[in-house]
């Protein structure tokens, strides 16, 4: 019975945690209407054909990240909302060649660290493009 209890509280803290994770990479969103209108904004400012290249590309970067944080805020809220287990999960992404290799056996904790490492790399990227245009525009 005392592990039953144990067992429950691990469970609901589990799903505590992929809830407020969903909750906080869903707003990405704002990043992702940042990065188009850096991207609207470096389109109509820069003319020199690699400028516009390399921001091209660092946007094609940008809107991966944000592909990929969409998608863990769902899993993440299907975690917290018991529709999908993790070892499921993992089952599912070795199934459907979405992983190069056997995920490791990873506690929900750790999945919610990687997922606001993957939140945290997009907002400083976003940070850096915006620097690197305002640089380019006002040293250009």
Same mark, same amino acid.
């Given at each position: 019975?005392?592990?039953?209890?144990?067992?429950? !509280?691990?469970?609901?803290?589990?799903?505590?945690? !992929?809830?407020?994770?969903?909750?906080?990479?869903?707003?990405?969103?704002?990043?992702?209407?940042?990065?188009?209108?850096?991207?609207?904004?470096?389109?109509?400012?820069?003319?020199?054909?690699?400028?516009?290249?390399?921001?091209?590309?660092?946007? !094609?970067?940008?809107?991966?990240?944000?592909?990929?944080?969409?998608?863990?805020?769902?899993?993440?809220?299907?975690?917290?909302?018991?529709?999908?287990?993790?070892?499921?999960?993992?089952?599912?992404?070795?199934?459907?060649?979405?992983?190069?290799?056997?995920?490791?056996?990873?506690?929900?904790?750790?999945?919610?660290?990687?997922?606001?490492?993957?939140?945290?790399?997009?907002?400083?990227?976003?940070?850096?493009?915006?620097?690197?245009?305002?640089?380019?525009?006002?040293?250009?």
């Amino acid at each position: 019975m005392i592990k039953n209890e144990a067992e429950e !509280a691990k469970t609901a803290n589990d799903r505590a945690l !992929a809830l407020v994770t969903a909750r906080f990479l869903a707003t990405h969103r704002l990043f992702f209407l940042l990065n188009l209108l850096q991207l609207a904004v470096c389109l109509r400012v820069f003319a020199n054909f690699a400028v516009i290249a390399g921001f091209l590309a660092v946007f !094609a970067g940008l809107f991966y990240l944000h592909v990929r944080l969409h998608f863990d805020s769902l899993i993440f809220k299907d975690f917290a909302d018991e529709r999908l287990g993790q070892s499921e999960f993992d089952a599912a992404l070795l199934e459907l060649n979405l992983t190069s290799k056997p995920p490791k056996i990873r506690d929900m904790k750790s999945r919610c660290a990687g997922a606001l490492r993957l939140y945290k790399l997009t907002a400083a990227l976003t940070i850096v493009v915006a620097a690197a245009a305002l640089a380019g525009y006002y040293l250009g």
